[in-house]
């Protein structure tokens, strides 16, 4: 079964019981989800893996589960600040479940999403294998291993993360992501075993071409009938084959089939229209096996001209690259956060995603092609010359083919997936063996897809770019070094062009350096123009960058002003775990994104939701609460409208409109507490209106619940933003009060946070600091009905509650 008919039934699987399984009804193919009921040791064990074993004392829980997530930050910890300065070690997990006797002729997998990392694997003591790569998801057969009826099952996993470093971001430590028990006929569809393309689409009709793997693990040759049937989304037939084969015993063939489907919907990113493609195996003329594929007709084009087009209309690619991690949720896999984090940037007009710099969950894919979005796959970031000390560099030369492979089996019938990336600013850019493994990559990708097109983010911007010279590249890369983009196409000419990572900015969420309007680069020179501040913070107008890179506005304008540019993924969608550039310890996550490490946005997500949106948008920065200081810098992002007009406690301070290429308009004003106001105006009728006060103390706590009803799957979350605010309801800029959390008992807190680069309070507790007037609390709802009740409070403010209801 294909990874978005399991999601279809986690929230179903999860209200079972999980140690006690068994196949669907009928005979069919069964996916249970395997998350439940693990127990897991954080330390070497000496024969863990044995079935005698005794994990009595080990401790109880669900998957996905990262440990790392639950240590303490360390000044000295291997990973470094750059792995997030959070523990990695070794941990064993254990699960023991039965199977009934009627599975004994049946073949039964456990599919591991993604394990972080040197995963070994057992059942029942026989051992299964062992993968390096922590982005990669896996299967093992363990039909000849088990047990059934009463006598009990025991899988053991080791995971291995204690080399350190081996990630230049926070990696996570453990089974990360789900895992899955296939229990399917002996003669069924294979692991990832249909491969769709469409080659030929037009309005008027479309080719679709599909191979499906059929697996015979009887001891007897099987004539087999498969019939595949295309189905729309309200699960009408468009078109349906039905083809006889002979498998033979123990092995595999692949059955081609080509459809015409007339008049197709087209998948896009304003309608992401999906169809299935159920293929039923029958054999000795019963149903063996159903599976399920879902799929998207379109077609795309990248121009060397006109840039990008889909479904021959242009389109630019307005996307982000994210790192995998979930703030305070750690790199566990949670559907909603993913769909909470896709939802706050498509709001901002977002419609790609670059998946850096590895492998992600499935669910993020499965998301992206309900939601619409564009992918840029991306899979590896190092190939054989290091980057860290252990990182994949060690593995590269036994395992690159079989990882590259798995992501192209297990991803390809994704409609999201747009753009094949097969590295992230490696060294053999610029050395002599870089044209020989990127023809090799290449090779790979070929024999599995034929239909995209396949490229690398270069760093290395110049003319001996060894990757990009080689001719195995389809479309041109580029990370950073916007002061070059404008020529881009005379140093690299002849193939399309894309940024796959672009702006490299840097913010700390309602912090403001002035002036406004003095960009800062942040030399490493303790003491030089424009050196970071001591309490490691980076102003939130958008003027500071690193080096290497640009501010927002700086790399949009180049990316908007030229057609040949496809589009352009930001350096970053959001805050992450690890590399805290510029500084270093206490910082211990990311300042580049445009949404902070909570989930809350910084002031230029309303640049890009002013220029990537149709919406009507007016913000205004920064607060109003400067004492002490004679002026301040005023900027407006804002759209639909012709001008704004800026009021100090009702005093006009000038209109500004926007001239040329320019993103904000802004004032200088003489700092008078009270009230700013920002009118927009169109044809000179008010269009949107913001005002900001200056705040008192604080004196309440107010929450936001992102969603107030929830699903009981065990898995749902609510964010609820805790904003601290005076008694007149301001925002208070500067609150840093403690906030205490509690709830009742049909909830837990999965994590809190605020944003903050550099606090050192841990994730998983019941109480966090507001940062700039803010912080988060995520609830998450256990497997029943009922209601959760979640309260704040702080040290002389009247409680606060928000109200849940889980269904």
């Known amino acids: 079964m294909t990874t978005l008919l399991k999601r279809c039934i986690l929230a179903a699987d999860l209200l079972l019981g999980m140690n006690s399984l068994h196949a669907a009804d009928g005979g069919h193919r069964g996916t249970v989800l395997f998350d439940r009921?693990?127990?897991?040791?954080?330390?070497?064990?000496?024969?863990?893996?044995?079935?005698?074993?005794?994990?009595?004392?080990?401790?109880?829980?669900?998957?996905p589960h990262d440990w790392s997530i639950e240590g303490a930050f360390s000044k000295d910890a291997p990973a470094t600040t750059g792995g997030g300065a959070l523990p990695g070690?070794?941990?064993?997990?254990?699960?023991?479940?039965?199977?009934?006797?009627?599975?004994?002729?049946?073949?039964?997998?456990?599919?591991?999403?993604?394990?972080?990392?040197?995963?070994?694997?057992?059942?029942?003591?026989?051992?299964?294998?062992?993968?390096?790569?922590?982005?990669?998801?896996?299967?093992?057969?363990?039909?000849?291993?088990l047990h059934y009826g009463a006598t009990p099952n025991v899988m053991a996993v080791k995971v291995n993360n204690d080399q350190q470093p081996n990630s230049r971001w926070y990696s996570g430590s453990g089974i990360y992501r789900h895992v899955w028990l296939t229990i399917a006929p002996k003669v069924h569809v294979g692991h990832w075993g249909t491969h769709i393309a469409t080659p030929e689409v037009s309005t008027q009709q479309a080719t679709v071409v599909m191979h499906t793997i059929l697996r015979n693990e009887d001891e007897q040759a099987k004539t087999v009938s498969l019939t595949t049937t295309l189905l729309d989304e309200s699960n009408k037939p468009v078109a349906a084959k039905t083809q006889q084969q002979q498998v033979p015993a123990g092995d595999s063939i692949t059955v081609s089939t080509t459809f015409t489907v007339k008049a197709p919907r087209l998948w896009s990113v304003d309608r992401p229209y999906r169809y299935t493609a159920q293929s039923?195996?029958?054999?000795?003329?019963?149903?063996?096996?159903?599976?399920?594929?879902?799929?998207?007709?379109?077609?795309?084009?990248?121009?060397?001209?006109?840039?990008?087009?889909?479904?021959?209309?242009?389109?630019?690619?307005?996307?982000?690259?994210?790192?995998?991690?979930?703030?305070s949720l750690g790199a566990a896999v949670n559907d909603r956060a993913l769909q909470r984090q896709l939802e706050l940037l498509k709001d901002m007009g977002c419609n790609a995603i670059r998946t850096s710099h590895n492998p992600p969950a499935p669910?993020?894919?499965?998301?992206?092609?309900?939601?619409?979005?564009?992918?840029?796959?991306?899979?590896?970031?190092?190939?054989?010359?290091?980057?860290?000390?252990?990182?994949?560099?060690?593995?590269?030369?036994?395992?690159?083919?079989r990882d590259l492979q798995d992501m192209l089996r297990r991803d390809r019938n994704h409609p999201s997936i747009i753009i094949w990336s097969v590295g992230n600013e490696v060294w053999e850019q610029g050395e002599d063996n870089g044209p020989g493994i990127i023809r090799e990559l290449r090779a790979l990708v070929r024999a599995m897809d034929t239909t995209r097109p396949i490229s690398t983010a270069n760093n290395g911007v110049d003319k001996g770019n060894k990757l990009i010279n080689s001719g195995a590249l389809d479309l041109t890369g580029t990370n950073y070094h916007e002061s070059m983009l404008d020529t881009i196409q005379q140093m690299f000419p002849g193939k399309p062009y894309i940024g796959t990572e672009n702006t490299s900015a840097l913010e700390t969420r309602g912090f403001y350096d002035m002036p406004a309007d003095s960009i800062r680069r942040w030399p490493l020179d303790k003491g030089a123009p424009g050196h970071m501040n001591e309490d490691l913070t980076c102003s939130a107008y958008d003027n500071v960058s690193a080096p290497w890179g640009a501010t927002h506005e700086e790399a949009w304008k180049i990316i908007k002003r030229h057609d040949y540019m496809s589009g352009m993924f930001v350096w970053t969608g959001f805050d992450y775990l690890g590399e805290p550039t510029p500084y270093d310890w206490p910082a211990h996550s990311s300042y580049f994104g445009i949404i902070d490490l909570a989930g809350i946005p910084k002031d230029v997500y309303y640049m890009y939701q002013s220029e990537w949106t149709n919406k009507t948008v007016l913000h205004l920065l920064p607060h109003w609460n400067w004492a002490g200081r004679d002026s301040v810098d005023v900027w407006a992002y804002y759209s639909n409208a012709d001008a704004v007009e800026l009021y100090v406690n009702g005093h006009s301070a000038g209109v500004r409109s926007k001239k040329g290429d320019e993103l904000h308009v802004s004032w200088k004003v003489a700092y008078q507490p009270g009230e700013l106001k920002a009118v927009s105006r169109k044809d000179g009728k008010v269009v949107r209106t913001e005002v900001i006060r200056t705040a008192g103390a604080p004196a309440k706590l107010v929450l936001v619940a992102d969603r107030n009803k929830l699903q009981a799957s065990g898995t749902d979350l609510s964010f609820v933003t805790v904003r601290v605010e005076d008694k007149d309801g301001n925002l208070v800029p500067d609150a840093d009060n403690l906030v205490h959390f509690s709830l009742t008992n049909n909830g837990f807190l999965a994590g809190v946070d605020?944003?903050?680069?550099?606090?050192?309070?841990?994730?998983?507790?019941?109480?966090?600091?507001?940062?700039?007037?803010?912080?988060?609390?995520?609830?998450?709802?256990?497997?029943?009905a009922g209601k959760i009740v979640l309260t704040a409070t702080a040290e002389g403010m009247a409680p606060a509650s928000v109200s849940l209801e889980v269904r």
Not at 49 to 57: H, V
Not at 288 to 316: C, E, H, M, Q, W
Not at 374 to 386: L, P, Q, R
Not at 755 to 776: D, I, Y
């Open 37 to 63: 009921d693990w127990k897991f040791h954080l330390g070497n064990e000496n024969n863990a893996q044995d079935p005698a074993y005794n994990d009595a004392g080990w401790r109880k829980l669900d998957l």
């Open 280 to 327: 039923v195996v029958t054999a000795a003329g019963q149903n063996a096996d159903t599976y399920k594929t879902p799929f998207g007709i379109r077609y795309f084009k990248f121009d060397v001209n006109k840039g990008f087009s889909l479904n021959g209309k242009p389109l630019k690619i307005l996307g982000v690259c994210n790192h995998h991690d979930l703030g």
């Open 89 to 145: 070690g070794i941990g064993w997990y254990r699960k023991t479940f039965t199977l009934p006797a009627a599975d004994q002729d049946k073949s039964i997998a456990i599919d591991f999403d993604g394990v972080y990392m040197n995963s070994e694997v057992w059942i029942n003591g026989h051992y299964l294998g062992k993968r390096p790569y922590g982005y990669s998801s896996f299967e093992y057969l363990i039909t000849p291993y």
């Open 754 to 784: 605020n944003g903050n680069p550099v606090s050192l309070e841990p994730f998983k507790t019941s109480e966090r600091k507001a940062f700039h007037g803010k912080c988060m609390a995520i609830v998450q709802a256990r497997p029943q």
């Open 363 to 401: 669910e993020l894919l499965d998301l992206c092609d309900k939601m619409g979005f564009i992918v840029m796959d991306e899979s590896f970031d190092i190939w054989k010359h290091a980057k860290t000390t252990y990182d994949y560099h060690l593995y590269w030369d036994e395992w690159h083919a």
